[in-house]
């Protein structure tokens, strides 16, 4: 049988806790537990803290055992994390005598859009003449419009009337000057009858006074030399008619002339309008990119993208509170991601006007409504080689302010 003395004399437990203590105290108890919970949290997270930090000899051993990275079981490791701090960080703080922007790598003279030719209206493209990566030259055929037949036949009809008012014009001094032969000679005639006419009227006045012709001749005489003299004054209107003006031009000539200036003038403009059915090339350069295709309309971005690779220069974006420290000749040097190695260049061109800024980072708190002044940075040879096949790549440029060539 068990011993009553010693069960009655030894306190039973319930998990730790005497049933014979008062219900007060095992409450204390109970609480005093749950603030271990928040020691224990403290503790855990001021060991993690001094091993991430200051990485003990110890915990670097360990790592250095099993192969680990701090952060490396993450969607985004420590280690990538602090460089992208240290990228963001490389970029806001500028060294002394530095100046940090954003640019753009594009050709020398910018990209040229290239939009069919004024007047063009409607037409849509029937050929295209190059592809993306081919190098043309200044006023060579990019594309042929739809517009181009209509364009031929207008000119065609321009040149055909030009042909008309020629001979026109050959007719009319043809027949200027048959016309002036017979009025001189119907002139002469007149002359000649009148002046017949007058000696008759002579001869019969003298008559009457001796009594010899009767009054009647008289009258008839007198008749015929005023008929004579009337004559002679039409054809030498007649005549007058046919002759020159100050400039020693005729004037049925003069207008068979201005016709022919006129028809050579709408032939003229309609050869200038053939070259409406063309798109040539506004300047040396390479084809950068083709925004239509054979049958479609050209837009508001025009047909394609040209620019003279021959010369890669970078536009960078310069806060105008910079812009002060930037000069002529300063070296830079130029970093992306898509870049191999970083490119090098120097100053060559400071806009004279402060601008809103048009290239932005990606980053969410970036500067979107900055003031900024263009600079242009001509690349040395290597690198704008390099550069050739990154037109229009964002890029951060690092201009060494107040270090140019002398």
Not at 36 to 44: K, N
Request: aromatic residues 4%.
């Amino acid at each position: 049988m068990p011993d009553k003395t010693q069960d009655e004399t030894l306190p039973l437990l319930d998990n730790g806790i005497n049933k014979d203590e008062p219900p007060e105290r095992r409450t204390r108890f109970r609480v005093s537990r749950l603030f271990l919970i928040p020691l224990f949290l403290i503790a855990f997270w001021f060991g993690g803290f001094v091993g991430l930090y200051f990485q003990p000899p110890g915990l670097q051993a360990f790592f250095k055992v099993f192969e680990l990275a701090p952060g490396a079981g993450t969607q985004t490791p420590i280690a990538t994390a602090i460089a992208a701090v240290e990228s963001r960080e490389e970029i806001a703080v500028v060294a002394e005598g530095d100046v940090v922007a954003l640019g753009r790598i594009i050709p020398r003279g910018d990209v040229i859009l290239v939009s069919p030719p004024f007047g063009s209206g409607d037409a849509r493209i029937a050929d295209l003449k190059v592809r993306e990566g081919d190098v043309v030259n200044k006023g060579e055929t990019l594309a042929v419009l739809d517009s181009l037949p209509q364009l031929k036949g207008a000119f065609e009809t321009a040149k055909a009337n030009v042909r008309v008012s020629e001979a026109a014009l050959v007719q009319m001094r043809e027949t200027i000057r048959a016309s002036r032969a017979e009025a001189e000679a119907s002139l002469a005639r007149a002359r000649a009858s009148e002046a017949k006419a007058r000696a008759d009227l002579k001869r019969t006045s003298e008559l009457v006074e001796r009594g010899v012709s009767t009054r009647a001749s008289l009258d008839e005489a007198i008749a015929r030399a005023d008929e004579a003299a009337r004559d002679v004054d039409r054809e030498t209107a007649t005549l007058s008619r046919y002759a020159t003006s100050d400039d020693g031009v005729q004037a049925d000539i003069a207008l068979s002339e201005a016709n022919l200036l006129s028809a050579k003038a709408q032939m003229a403009q309609a050869e200038r309008d053939l070259e409406k059915g063309y798109v040539r090339a506004p300047a040396n350069g390479t084809v950068l990119d083709i925004h239509v295709r054979e049958g479609e309309r050209p837009d508001s971005e025009g047909l394609m993208d040209l620019g003279d690779t021959t010369q890669m220069t970078v536009e960078a974006e310069v806060y105008q509170t910079l812009i002060g420290r930037v000069a002529i000749g300063d070296p830079v040097t130029i970093s992306a991601n898509a870049l191999d190695t970083p490119l090098k260049g120097s100053v060559t061109a400071i806009g004279l006007a402060i601008a809103r800024q048009s290239i932005t980072s990606d980053e969410p708190a970036a500067n979107t409504d900055a003031r900024v002044v263009d600079v242009i940075v001509t690349l040395e040879p290597e690198s704008s080689t390099a550069a050739e096949r990154f037109t229009n790549l964002q890029v951060i440029t690092r201009i060494d302010a107040g270090r140019a060539v002398q």
